[in-house]
């Protein structure tokens, strides 16, 4: 146990440290989709999206993006309530290796900056 994190102790069987994968966000998604393209990624309001179409619509949005001319390393700013769109747009960006910076349309203004 550490001095730094005593509360370690109270965990019994779970780890205190996890591993992630050396990938992107978005690409460990990806790499899933194949395991499980047709379990449900989402629902919202009662529609559901497998992760298959989840894939497709990250694609498209990706494409959309390059079209409008971004790139890898371009920092967009994504201003949506938490809503299906936005998570697609999330990982659109992360695949062509743009960042998004996600503002809640409510946020105030000292917020946002």
């Known amino acids: 146990m550490s001095i730094k ?3 370690i102790a109270s965990y019994n069987d779970i780890k205190a440290h996890l591993e992630y994968p050396d990938t992107s966000i978005v690409d460990h ?3 899933k989709v194949n395991d499980h393209p047709n379990n449900v990624a989402f629902e919202y309001y009662g529609t559901e999206v497998t992760y ?10 990706a494409a959309s993006l ?5 790139k890898k ?6 201003c949506t309530p ?3 769109q936005g998570v697609v747009m999330f990982y659109a960006a992360n695949y062509i290796g743009a960042i ?5 349309p409510l946020s105030s203004e ?3 900056e």
Do not use: C, F, Q, Y
Not at 52 to 61: A, S, V
Not at 66 to 70: D, K, N, Q, R, T
Not at 73 to 78: L, M, N, Q, R
């Open 73 to 78: 390393g371009d920092i967009i700013t994504v």
């Open 110 to 112: 000292s917020e946002i």
């Open 29 to 31: 998604l990806l790499s």
């Open 82 to 84: 938490n809503v299906p």
């Open 100 to 104: 998004a910076s996600m503002v809640h």
């Open 5 to 7: 994190s005593p509360w």
């Open 52 to 61: 298959k179409e989840l894939r497709e619509r990250i694609k498209e949005t």
């Open 66 to 70: 390059v079209a409008m001319g971004v």
